[in-house]
């Protein structure tokens, strides 16, 4: 059991036990329909899945992270229930609809955290617009540099990924069997059995994205094209041990080159910590936010 930062606080409801409704919300961006979580009060942490996924890949995070926050968790055009973007779906389009968002919403700074896909996005609002993005969170993100080999595998694998999940028997399949996601969701977690079966049944009907062939090229673009050195404001990056998509070293090499950098590695964990370890996730970007106001 970890230890609460500031003093005694009480546990954060599980977020089976939440009513989700009140909170859920959508707004037209560039007449573009987004949809949005925006829950608990503090200073605004924004939520970015990786690809295929959806807000709700962050339901184990947001109960504990709202206690000092105010969590707004958004799917990205064209993945869960936002509409997508015209081809070719760039990434910088992608951080220039989460910007417009955060300004309809109010929203002058954050802290943006992006998982994989999601941390190109938060790189490129980063670069962007430093008065909005104060600080990053990069968890396993797609942003770290990695050679062209294992890119061209990566998005290879990500396009088959993307076929197989047109199939609707087969999201079906993921969301209610466990055997059947120990193998499609081996490359994305150490151990796909973690993913409970309340949590699959929120994600896995979700993962036919039409955002998704866009986005895999789009992002391997990103990758390219990433520096850095670019970054001015403090980051936070957060790995699993065991990460098949985004090795480890690549965390180690983007520390170093970025300016103010801190490293979390977990073990035991592969691609998707903030649900293979939420507790030591949540508990990383708390404290990190907790020394760096937004």
């Given at each position: 059991m970890t230890q609460p930062l500031f003093?005694?606080?009480?546990?954060?409801?599980?977020w089976v036990d939440i009513d989700w409704g009140p909170f859920i919300h959508n707004r037209l961006v560039n007449e573009r329909r987004i949809r949005y979580v925006d829950y608990g009060s503090g200073p605004a942490l924004v939520l970015l899945h990786g690809m295929g996924a959806s807000w709700q890949w962050w339901l184990e995070n947001?109960?504990?992270?709202?206690r000092y926050h105010r969590v707004i968790a958004v799917d990205l055009p064209g993945f869960g229930n936002s509409?997508?973007?015209?081809?070719?779906?760039?990434?910088?389009?992608?951080?220039?609809?989460?910007?417009?968002?955060?300004?309809?919403?109010?929203?002058?700074?954050?802290?943006?955290?992006?998982?994989?896909?999601g941390g190109l996005v938060a790189l490129e609002m980063a670069?962007?617009?430093r008065?909005?993005?104060?600080?990053?969170?990069?968890?396993?993100?797609?942003?770290?540099?990695?050679?062209?080999?294992?890119?061209?595998?990566?998005?290879?694998?990500?396009?088959?990924f993307c076929v197989i999940l047109r199939l609707r028997f087969v999201r079906r399949v993921l969301a209610t069997k466990p055997s059947v996601r120990r193998v499609m969701l081996r490359a994305a977690f150490r151990d796909p059995d973690v993913m409970s079966a309340e949590l699959a049944?929120?994600?896995?009907?979700?993962?036919?994205?039409p955002g998704f062939i866009d986005a895999v090229a789009a992002s391997g673009?990103?990758?390219?094209?990433?520096v850095p050195e670019k970054i001015c404001c403090p980051v936070l990056l957060v790995w699993g041990e065991h990460d098949r998509l985004s090795p480890v070293h690549c965390a180690r090499d983007m520390h170093e080159r970025l300016p103010d950098s801190e490293l979390v590695v977990l073990g035991s964990a592969g691609?998707?910590?903030?649900i293979e370890r939420p507790e030591q996730f949540n508990d990383a970007v708390l404290a990190f936010t907790a020394t760096r106001p937004a």
């Open positions: 003093g005694e606080v009480a546990p954060a409801p599980r947001i109960p504990t992270l709202s509409e997508p973007l015209p081809p070719p779906a760039e990434m910088w389009a992608h951080a220039h609809t989460i910007s417009e968002l955060l300004g309809q919403l109010g929203v002058r700074s954050a802290t943006v955290a992006g998982h994989s896909m670069t962007a617009n008065e909005l993005v104060r600080n990053l969170v990069l968890v396993g993100a797609g942003g770290v540099p990695m050679t062209e080999r294992h890119l061209r595998i990566v998005l290879v694998m990500l396009r088959f049944a929120q994600t896995m009907p979700l993962l036919n994205a673009r990103a990758v390219r094209a990433c691609h998707t910590v903030p």
